[in-house]
């Protein structure tokens, strides 16, 4: 069988650069003008999101979810309670998320805080979700053990049946929004040679304070 040679894959980065004299003040702002180029550039996914999470135990976990909410407090999520991560954010709330925009040669890594969003937030968000969504997010025991793929199509069967003419649905207690309040955003720009731009931005009390990493 073919062995590929790892080591050997390298791509060179020269699409842009990071300069602390042109980026905006305030990480939200600057995360909004790179998240606007993402879109306009039919990056696909701009939204994806690896959220990472720790454990009672402390091991690290993570997995990709969706950007669905940004405002000048944070970046927002939508996620069943009772899954792993919500049962990792109920223990320690603080968790990671980072943006890989490869077609940009970009990347935004966060830190923060994480609490949950008002009821009327995560209703708003429920209800405009396309049907089978709202049906899906009930079904799923997500996170937990199931028997089989079977387990699923039937209750999600079921539910079509019970909610044909119920509009709108109630959304479960158990599935809502998060918001992480960040408390350090880190802009890469990728650069020749490896020596890649780096700008963190940290929170303190009046504002953001910029400063540059080596790469």
Known sequence: MKQTDIAAIRAEYR???????????????????????????????????????VSASGRPSSRIVLLKDLDETGFGFFTNYESQ???????????????FWPELQRQVRVTGRVEKMSAAHSDAYFHSRPKGSQLGAIASPQSREIPDRLML???????????????????????????????????????????????????????????????
């Not at 991560?85 to 943006?99: D, Q, R, W």
């Open 153 to 215: 199509d039937t209750q999600l069967a079921e539910l079509e049946k019970r909610y044909k003419a119920i509009e709108p649905i109630p959304r479960p207690a158990y599935w809502g929004g998060y918001r992480l309040l960040p408390d350090t955003l880190e802009f890469w720009q990728g650069r020749a040679s490896r020596l890649h731009d780096r700008l963190v931005y940290r929170r303190f009390e009046r504002g953001w304070n910029i400063t540059r990493l080596a790469p």
């Open 15 to 53: 699409m842009g650069e990071l300069s602390e004299y042109e980026v905006v003040t305030d990480a939200i702002e600057q995360f909004r003008h790179w998240f606007d180029d993402a879109i306009d550039k039919k990056v696909m996914e701009p939204n994806a999101m690896t959220l990472s999470t």
């Open 85 to 99: 991560k919500g049962a990792e954010l109920a223990e320690n709330p603080y968790a990671a998320l980072l943006f």
